[in-house]
């Protein structure tokens, strides 16, 4: 079965430059969600979309900014670019209102590494 | 808010032992509860869930959880580890029309041979 996958898996940038994420949900999964993963910690959620429109908005720096687009697929901005931004960023995506209502599937994750 | 806390950072059993993952919620509201596996260097991967219903739900891999509602509670268990079962999980939950997950700091389980 198809899964999300995410672009490009491994990303290593230099302090104050930018970068941009890549996220293609299951096919028919309306919804995308980004979710921010530190070394050793949990991961935490950032942002989310549902039909191209912004769902929810979580712990994202005003640093980062993201969209969905027509064909579903989202990408997340990040600009000045900190040592702190570091970390394993992965996509979500989940079809509401059919029998998976609320279940997220995960995609493989971009590992960024801030030099 | 809501918040998620699983007691146990480091679990380390040996294989065939019985395994149970403590995972607490505060919430005050309808809530849906899920336990994730991370293995190494892998994506997260739904290991079970928790909607509505029967408390006791079944996952995949032999692991079971048992909603408890009066203890905010949301334990994962499976009587037997294999060595494979060796990855890091995570306790998650999202509010009822809010889908976004909220998820626990995590419990790294190794299973020795």
């Known amino acids: 079965a198809a899964g999300v996958i995410q672009s490009p898996r491994h990303l290593i940038k230099e302090k104050r430059e930018t970068a941009t994420l890549k996220c293609y949900p299951i096919?028919?999964?309306?919804?995308v969600y980004w979710y921010q993963q530190g070394p050793g910690q949990d991961p935490q959620f950032l942002i989310s979309?549902?039909?191209?429109?912004?769902?929810d908005k979580g712990s994202i720096p005003d640093r980062f900014s993201a969209q969905q687009f027509s064909d579903y697929h989202s990408e997340l901005n990040m600009s000045s670019l900190e040592l702190g931004d570091s970390a394993l960023y992965f996509c979500?995506?989940?079809?509401?209102?059919?029998?998976?209502?609320?279940?997220?599937?995960f995609g493989p994750g971009t590992r960024l590494t801030v030099l | 808010a809501q918040s998620v806390s699983q007691h146990n950072h480091h679990v380390i059993l040996s294989e065939a032992a019985s395994l149970e993952l403590g995972c607490n919620y505060s919430?005050?509201?309808?809530?849906?509860l899920f336990w994730y596996v991370q293995y190494p260097g892998q994506h997260l991967q739904l290991l079970l869930k928790?909607?509505?219903?029967?408390?006791l739900v079944k996952g995949i891999k032999g692991f079971e959880a048992e909603f408890i509602k009066s203890k905010f509670s949301f334990n994962l268990r499976k009587p037997s580890v294999q060595w494979s079962d060796t990855a890091e999980y995570f306790c998650?939950?999202?509010?009822?029309?809010?889908?976004?997950?909220?998820f626990g700091t995590g419990t790294r389980l190794t299973i020795i041979p």
């Open positions: 919430y005050g509201g309808t809530v849906n």
């Open positions: 096919p028919r999964h309306d919804t």
């Open positions: 979309f549902y039909e191209k429109m912004q769902s």
């Open positions: 928790y909607f509505s219903g029967d408390p």
């Open positions: 979500a995506s989940s079809a509401p209102g059919t029998g998976d209502y609320n279940e997220q599937f």
């Open positions: 998650a939950v999202s509010s009822f029309g809010n889908e976004k997950l909220t």
